[in-house]
């Protein structure tokens, strides 16, 4: 009888020593998750903040050349959210670009750059998403012209700019670097906004990071290669890291308006070892020579 008693006690410490250790497991995933989140842009391109919208309930109106695009609720609400969602689900939008029901998103989302997001990352991603509390508000439909309400046009789109794959390390980096380069690429999609764009909505490669006076919003926005007269090659490691984390140039000016989004929402909850990878990154872009200047409004309120 004692020895059974014995038995069942050494079982029942066992088992309380598994659980802290599976909580731990879980928890790590979502702390994990939430760095996916915030490096990926989700918390500012998601929350209506303009409009006291409740946090990543969706709303948030981005305007391009093509029409208005709204972002949607990525709360999970089961109904007007993406509580019903699988982790598949989650990882065929972010890799193809497609929804749960088969239709093609609009490139606004930047699936593009999210397709080369590692598999770990995505799970991570949809653990910290459940965890957020859910909000039932359903989406805004976007304000874009007749003939681009046609979805399938998207597939061309596709075809011209869009190929699909993950993120692989290049041997000829260190690990620092890759990691970098894995944020910047698959996760923060700089080029997505430090690049112009052609006829078609797809980026330049040409003049890939080199700025753009028609970013997001109709925002100029800067060059960001190692370029020392129109790029920031001036700027140090140190430098950058800074700046991604505090918002606060080598000139002691800020960043302002959608940078400031990016960095207050995102980039400045991820770690230091994290942006030292993303400034040895941008630091060795290629330098490309491309004179970025503000566009200022005329008299009539237009810009030139």
Request: hydrophobic residues 35%; negative net charge; aromatic residues 10%.
């Amino acid at each position: 009888m004692r020895q059974r008693l014995r038995d069942t006690l050494r079982i029942a410490a066992c088992l309380a020593c598994l659980a802290p250790a599976a909580n731990a497991g879980t928890t790590g995933t979502v702390k994990h998750g939430e760095i996916v989140f915030r490096a990926a842009g989700c918390a500012g391109c998601h929350t209506d903040a303009d409009n006291d919208g409740a946090f990543v309930a969706g709303g948030h109106a981005l305007k391009s050349p093509f029409g208005t695009f709204y972002s949607p609720n990525i709360t999970p609400d089961p109904e007007y959210g993406i509580g019903n969602w699988s982790e598949e689900d989650l990882a065929r939008a972010l890799t193809d670009g497609v929804s749960p029901n088969g239709e093609n998103y609009y490139p606004a989302f930047p699936y593009t750059a999210y397709t080369k997001m590692r598999r770990a990352d995505i799970a991570a991603l949809k653990a910290y998403l459940d965890t957020i509390p859910p909000v039932a508000q359903s989406n805004r439909s976007h304000d874009l012209p007749w003939y681009l309400s046609y979805r399938p046009l998207v597939m061309a789109w596709n075809w011209l700019n869009f190929t699909p794959g993950e993120y692989s390390d290049n041997p000829e980096h260190d690990a620092l670097w890759n990691r970098g380069a894995y944020i910047a690429e698959a996760l923060s999609h700089c080029n997505e906004c430090h690049t112009p764009r052609d006829d078609t909505g797809g980026l330049d490669r040409e003049l890939e990071n080199a700025g753009t006076r028609a970013g997001p919003d109709g925002e100029t926005v800067p060059n960001i290669t190692s370029d020392r007269d129109t790029g920031i090659g001036k700027w140090s490691e140190d430098d950058i890291a800074y700046y991604l984390e505090t918002g606060m140039r080598p000139d002691g000016d800020y960043a302002g308006s959608l940078m400031a989004e990016v960095i207050d929402e995102g980039l400045s909850h991820l770690d230091r070892n994290d942006l030292a990878a993303l400034a040895r990154y941008v630091r060795s872009i290629p330098p490309i020579q491309n004179q970025v200047r503000k566009r200022k409004k005329s008299k009539r309120g237009e810009f030139d």
